[in-house]
């Protein structure tokens, strides 16, 4: 059982590139969340998914875009990467009812 | 906006002493209320809290969660050198926000031998 997995590990970009954050759970997980966390700091929310073909902004969502076409699936997109989007990225998926919710081991991004 | 705001931000205690970490929420149709202990790398789960006055317990954790004071805290006894960590609390919205989770920034423990 593989939980929720998140993909690149590290990654470094150019101020300007593109890239997407891939995300996936195979629990059969309703829900599903982006979170960044800055070095010392707690969580932030980017965008969250409350089942296939929905999604909502979360506190800090400027920047990223998100699609849940899928259960499993939940991928983050960054277009024009800018220094303050350097950052841990977090994945996580949960469903109601259940004893908490999961983390990916996460995404180190450094913008440069 | 949700907010959740965890006290102190950090803490330094020798093995042995107890702990108590806040976490005050304002979170829309509040649903429940999660503690999670993050080490080096991604959150683990510690407790999920839906009802007030009722204890969560798991060793030498506990925790508790006051729905009318919109407060919980969770208690830490008898410290060890492996709980140094960051604690992190999260409120679970309902309504119209139903499904967003919201962390507050985190209280650094630092437990010394």
């Known amino acids: 059982n593989a939980g929720v997995t998140q993909t690149p590990k590290f990654r470094i970009l150019k101020i300007g590139q593109s890239m997407t954050l891939q995300c996936t759970q195979d629990?059969?997980?309703?829900?599903m969340y982006w979170y960044r966390q800055d070095p010392g700091m707690g969580l932030k929310l980017i965008y969250y998914?409350?089942?296939?073909?929905?999604?909502d902004k979360g506190e800090v969502p400027n920047g990223y875009n998100v699609s849940r076409s899928t259960t499993e699936d939940f991928p983050l997109r960054l277009e024009l990467a800018a220094p303050s989007q350097t950052s841990v990225y977090f994945c996580?998926?949960?469903?109601?009812?259940?004893?908490?919710?999961?983390f990916g081991s996460g995404t180190r991004l450094t913008v440069v | 906006e949700d907010k959740v705001v965890q006290s102190p931000l950090s803490l330094v205690v020798h093995e042995g002493d107890t702990v108590t970490l806040n976490c005050s929420y304002e979170?829309?149709?509040?649903?429940?209320l999660l503690w999670y202990k993050q080490e080096k790398k991604a959150p683990t789960f510690l407790f999920m809290l839906?009802?007030?006055?009722i204890e969560k317990k798991s060793g030498r954790l506990s925790s508790i969660l006051d729905k009318k004071e919109l407060f919980s805290i969770l208690n830490i006894t008898a410290t060890q050198t492996g709980d140094s960590a960051i604690y992190l609390c999260?409120?679970?919205?309902?309504?119209?926000?139903?499904?967003?989770?919201?962390f507050g920034q985190g209280t650094i423990l630092t437990v010394h031998p």
């Open positions: 996580a998926s949960g469903d109601r009812g259940s004893y908490g919710y999961t």
């Open positions: 979170v829309t149709n509040f649903r429940s």
């Open positions: 999260a409120g679970f919205a309902g309504g119209t926000s139903y499904g967003k989770l919201t």
């Open positions: 998914s409350v089942g296939a073909g929905i999604t």
């Open positions: 629990m059969n997980h309703n829900y």
């Open positions: 839906t009802s007030s006055g």
